[in-house]
């Protein structure tokens, strides 16, 4: 059995599960989820656990037994708690800012940079350079912070750029026979 499979989900008393079929929607204080899986994984509520369980064991549903159960700990997380992802700025004059609810990323281009978050996440900025993408859907936070890095990956000879938090970018050695040019 897998591991990750095996190991049940548990229910905050502030969140409701209703299982109808394959469609699984979660309920709590943050919003609500609803996501269509497999039909041939099996999905049970027992005494405040989500349980998930398999009929074979198949590749495929060995890899289907797992990945349903994250899915489902991330959606009940994340109306109990949500999600968030940090975004810093490195370089001169790199700066973010919010007008509206658009965020303008200034990054060394000719334009500043518009983007519109889409419905269910919100952008905050800290500072000038501190971006903070928060939602309840893990794999929409983790989307709309990779967008917003692709507007400027950070550079790895000079070290500007979008990075995560805490994200460390290996510096490469510049042209090493500059010097020697005849």
Known sequence: ??????????????????????????????????????HDIGIRLDDGQLLVSRPSDRP????????????????????????????????????????????VLQVGYSQPVEMAPPPGIILTVEGTNRVLVQGIDRELVGQVAANIRSVRSPDPYKGKGIRYQGERVRHKAGKAGKATKR
């Open 1 to 38: 059995m897998s591991r990750v499979g095996r190991q049940p989900i548990a229910v905050p008393s502030v969140v409701k599960v209703q299982i109808e079929g394959d469609r699984v929607t979660v309920t709590g204080p943050k919003g609500e989820l609803s996501r269509q899986f497999h």
């Open 60 to 103: 495929q549903h060995r890899s289907l037994h797992g990945l349903t159960r994250s899915l489902l700990a991330n959606m009940v997380t994340g109306v109990n708690e949500g999600f968030s992802k940090a975004l810093e700025l490195h370089g001169v004059g790199y700066r973010a800012q919010m007008q509206g609810q658009k965020l």
